[in-house]
């Protein structure tokens, strides 16, 4: 089975400040992977999609790799600001008819 | 663009008590999916349908149950409610897994008591 790991369970960084959250799956043999992004009592909205064949997607200041022999994804955002301050979770969806979820990065941007 | 739909938003149960989460998408997808999501344990699959008329287990059904009459609706039935069932449900579609986004409705908070 699957299992999705995302290290640390939170950060927190100053206003300004590049940083990388992590992802890590145990099966390399996925279609995709996604990072979402979850504010406080809402649900996820999809941030960046990867495809298998692919190893690099990115959105404005968000850049998200992907490794999959290794079974590694990081999620890379820029100029980090107050407004980022969510939970980031990452998804893969591999053969076996699902997704597969980490328990999420809870990132804290100061001012 | 309302996307995924979830109703109620919140609700408080008592043991053994019944009821439906609505879901409803707009966006003409085969595949929904109900997940619930608890503090420290992230995201697990209950059920989902691959196309109206077709739905089958995740990881975590036992006390529940779905039907898929239509594309668009996907309810999830709380049936004889636990203290266990206590949890945030979240109902999500796709076009197709293999190459597309997952899109989540805002999620329904259950409290059984």
Known sequence: KQEVTQIPAALSVPEGENLVLNCSFTDSAIYNLQWFRQDPGKGLTSLLL??????????????????KSSGRSTLYIAAS??????????????TGNQFYFGTGTSLTVIP | ?????????????????????????????????????????????????????????????????????????FPLRLELAAPSQT????CASSRNPNTGELFFGEGSRLTVL
């Not at chain 2, 209950?46 to 149950?65: C, F, L, Q, R, W």
């Not at chain 2, 949890?87 to 979240?90: D, I, K, P, R």
């Open chain 1, 50 to 67: 990867i495809q298998s064949s692919q190893r690099e997607q990115t959105s404005g200041r968000l850049n998200a790799s992907l490794d």
């Open chain 2, 1 to 73: 663009n309302a996307g995924v739909t979830q109703t109620p938003k919140f609700r408080i149960l008592k043991i053994g008590q019944s009821m439906t989460l609505q879901c409803t998408q707009d966006m003409n997808h085969n595949y929904m999916y109900w997940y619930r999501q608890d503090p420290g344990m992230g995201l697990k699959l209950i059920y989902y349908s691959v196309g109206a008329g077709i739905t089958d287990k995740g990881e975590v059904p036992n006390g529940y149950n779905v039907s898929r009459s239509t594309t668009e609706d």
């Open chain 1, 81 to 94: 600001q107050p407004g980022d301050s969510a939970t980031y979770l990452c998804a893969v969806w591999d």
């Open chain 2, 87 to 90: 949890s945030v449900y979240f």
